[in-house]
């Protein structure tokens, strides 16, 4: 028999001599924690918590005075030969006000032509503007019963005059158009990731009953952690997108989890081995490994709970709870299925991709020729990979950041076309900077004074222009100033715009007022204070992650260069991968592949998620391989040796877990929305040249030229305790016979 050895290999063990026990616990527990979920609902994160900088500041000014913000919505009226004095323009304008007028939840209804609709009129007057704003709070104005009936009537309006572009573009109608978008598209990522990941894992085993084992766990610890992350979110809010990460990151690492130990007890039953001393064996190698790369995953999402946002926190706590759940589920109920399964697994057996399974050994030659000529010469083999991912992370020394717009959605949706025309008449118009101004009463004559100054000076700059509008709370304490910024809210020129505002007009009238607290939110203000605070945080959350994942790995393999050499390299992966990510975007090599329009730039908070997930994932595999290595070096086999037989009897599997990994990532790199393609895109490629480049060639060719330097312990570390990476196994021939 196997010892009892290390603590996956006594969970193991425990989860398959009580495999009922074990598996009618885990799923009380995914129906419970699912149920209670869905039963409280959970809380939501507030716009108005989402800010970074100067930015939260001024949300936090306007939640803090209980600030109403009515959605502001434009209806854009235009002619290409009429002008806006001549009679069928306005009839055209006529009808619009009079379907709006008629709407319960419209307010504050706005002629172009009304006293005080200044900027409302093009300079050519081909083009006017209908403003009004919607009852309520902006948040519920987004609501289908309160937007639709208005966007109908604009539609009826455009009907009657079709002549005309009648158009309408605010808050409400561009969220409520956006959600509907993204709903449908990660609807669409939903259905497509489970059946994808179950065809990859046929293909890997031939046979059903394995492949559903992996997406059963995964899918069912995605469940309970949406479950969980409902409670979790009356201390931390959520987003609707947090659900969509945890599928992304839930499928990902617990298909992962549960393939390392499949794929293990599989091996092991095919040396001959019973199925107790196999299982025993899968625990104490894999399931430990399981342990060890779900807490170092967990550490690298713990990162973003630094990144200063409370975006990223709530990600991080999402992602950090899926990773949780389907390591547990790994290392308890996957061997309690094994367990009662036995060698029942491979039923369901495919003809033609059994056969072709059959050739898996092949497949294990193949990488063993392949990491053989790597450990011939690996000074060659690691200086050109190394300068191929030093080329590949080149152009991330020119990557530009920015919050996703309007401009930055599919051309095919009606409401990008619209904010481009009102863009182009009125600049500044849909998206302006918002000047909150907070005193003990902003209708005194000296704040109306210098707000009239304000703005006077942004439409006399040139840079900001009309239509300046002030809205003012019940209280009397806050004012909210709308200047329309020039360019399109996330150029050059509308952070100029930005900068002269912050720098030098506020100061100039708001701020020579006693007593008056001022901060500028917006668009253009949150993509530039999110791009600062990103900066300032960046460093922190690279420490924390690098630091706590170098602590991890020099307790689990006792040496000292095993973890700076795997963050090197998994530095390398993420900087090629930023590189890319560049390559494919800002200089558009892959627009029309990816059906993207232009040369976006990436996103804001792509970078930092992308580095604490990558970070993770790739000390996923890494773990994984070195876990095999050691184990062979533990029993005496020569470091190449162990190199050359560790990487290539686990090439399989990383080969299979990367695969369904690109392929989950694929599914959301072919969403509509920017940023999500971004994060796809970014994701897949860093998976992908991490499972090639970085461990077929760099780590077994730099752990050829270290050799036994590869163990190196100080003296002054040797008391760090050594982990049991394995049971002392049985001869093979001795435990063939065994069973439970």
Do not use: C
């Not at 069928?88 to 709407?103: C, D, G, I, T």
């Not at 170092?296 to 990223?312: D, R, Y």
């Not at 790597?374 to 992370?393: E, F």
């Amino acid at each position: 028999m196997a010892r009892e050895g290390n603590f996956a290999a006594r969970a193991g063990g425990w989860s398959a001599a009580h495999w009922k026990t074990a598996t009618l616990a885990w799923l009380a527990f995914v129906i419970g924690a699912f149920v209670i979920g869905g039963l409280v609902g959970g809380k939501k994160l507030a716009d108005s918590d989402t800010g970074s900088g100067e930015t939260a500041r001024a949300q936090a000014m306007l939640k803090a005075a209980g600030f109403v913000q009515p959605a502001a919505e434009n209806v854009l009226v235009q002619s290409a030969t009429l002008r806006a004095g001549e009679p069928a323009f306005q009839a055209a304008l006529a009808a619009v006000v009079e379907r709006l007028s008629l709407m319960p939840d419209v307010q504050n209804l706005v002629s172009p032509f009304a006293r005080g609709a200044e900027g409302t009129l093009s300079p050519d007057r081909r083009s006017a503007l209908v403003t009004f704003q919607i009852r309520g709070d902006a948040k519920d104005a987004i609501e289908p019963k309160v937007i639709e009936p208005i966007l109908a009537a604009v539609a009826a309006a455009q009907a009657e005059h079709p002549g005309f572009r009648i158009e309408e573009f605010g808050t409400a109608s561009a969220t409520y158009e956006l959600r509907k978008t993204i709903g449908e598209d990660f609807r669409r990522a939903e259905y497509l990731t489970l059946p994808i990941t179950l065809i990859i894992l046929v293909l890997a085993f031939g046979a059903l009953a394995a492949a559903a084992i992996p997406v059963a766990l995964a899918f069912t610890a995605v469940l309970a952690t949406l479950g969980l992350n409902a409670l979790a979110s009356y201390i931390v809010p959520s987003t609707d997108a947090t659900a969509s990460i945890i599928l992304l990151i839930g499928m990902a690492v617990g298909v992962d989890y549960s393939l390392f130990y499949l794929r293990r007890e599989r091996e092991e039953r095919a040396r001959g081995r019973g199925q107790r001393a196999a299982l025993a064996m899968a625990a104490g190698t894999s399931g430990q490994a399981v342990l060890i790369s779900g807490v170092t995953v967990i550490i690298a999402m713990a990162g973003m709970l630094f990144a200063g946002n409370a975006i990223f926190t709530t990600v991080g706590v999402g992602t950090m709870l899926v990773v949780f759940a389907a390591m547990i589920g790994s290392v308890t109920v996957v061997p309690a299925l094994l367990s009662k399964l036995g060698d029942r697994v491979e039923r369901g057996r495919i003809p033609l991709v059994s056969r072709l399974r059959r050739g898996e050994e092949a497949e294990r030659r193949l990488w063993h020729a392949v990491i053989g000529g790597v450990l011939r010469r690996p000074l060659l083999s690691a200086g050109i990979a190394v300068a191929a991912l030093v080329a590949a992370a080149v152009p991330a020394f020119g990557m530009k950041t920015k919050l996703p717009s309007y401009t930055d959605l599919p051309k095919s949706l009606a409401i990008v076309r619209t904010f481009e025309h009102i863009q182009e008449a009125f600049p500044g118009s849909s998206i302006p900077a918002d000047v909150v101004v907070k005193a003990d009463d902003v209708t005194s004559p000296e704040v109306q004074a210098a707000i009239a100054a304000l703005r006077e000076r942004a439409v006399a700059s040139g840079r900001m222009g009309e239509p300046v509008t002030v809205i003012v709370n019940d209280a009397k304490t806050i004012a909210r100033v709308d200047i329309p910024l020039a360019g399109s809210g996330d150029d050059a020129i509308s952070f100029a715009a930005l900068r002269e505002l912050r720098s030098d007009l506020i100061p100039g009238t708001l701020g020579q007022v006693e007593g008056v607290e001022v901060a500028v939110t917006g668009l253009t203000a949150g993509t530039r204070d999110f791009n600062d605070v990103m900066k300032q945080r960046a460093p922190i959350v690279f420490a924390f992650v690098l630091g706590l994942a170098f602590l991890l790995m020099l307790g689990t393999f006792r040496s000292l260069v095993i973890p700076i050499k795997a963050i090197l390299l998994n530095l390398l992966s993420v900087g090629a991968s930023y590189g890319l990510l560049v390559l494919i975007f800002q200089h558009g090599w892959g627009a029309s592949v990816l059906g993207f329009a232009g040369h976006p730039p990436i996103v804001s908070w792509l970078p930092l998620f992308l580095f604490t997930v990558l970070f993770g994932l790739s000390m996923d595999y890494h773990v994984f391989i070195l876990t095999r290595v050691k184990e062979l070096v533990d029993r005496g086999m020569p470091t190449e040796e162990a190199v050359q037989d560790g990487i290539s009897g686990t090439a399989g599997t990383v080969t299979a877990a990367a695969v369904v990994m690109v392929a989950v990532f694929a599914v959301f790199a072919s969403l509509r929305t920017i940023d999500i393609k971004q994060m796809g895109v970014g994701l897949a490629v860093a998976v992908l040249l991490d499972a090639t480049v970085i461990r077929g060639v760099l780590l077994p060719a730099t752990m050829k030229l270290l050799g036994e330097w590869n163990w190196y312990l100080p003296t002054w570390l040797e008391w760090i305790p050594e982990l049991d990476h394995a049971p002392e196994p049985e001869p093979a021939a001795a435990s063939g016979q065994q069973g439970l």
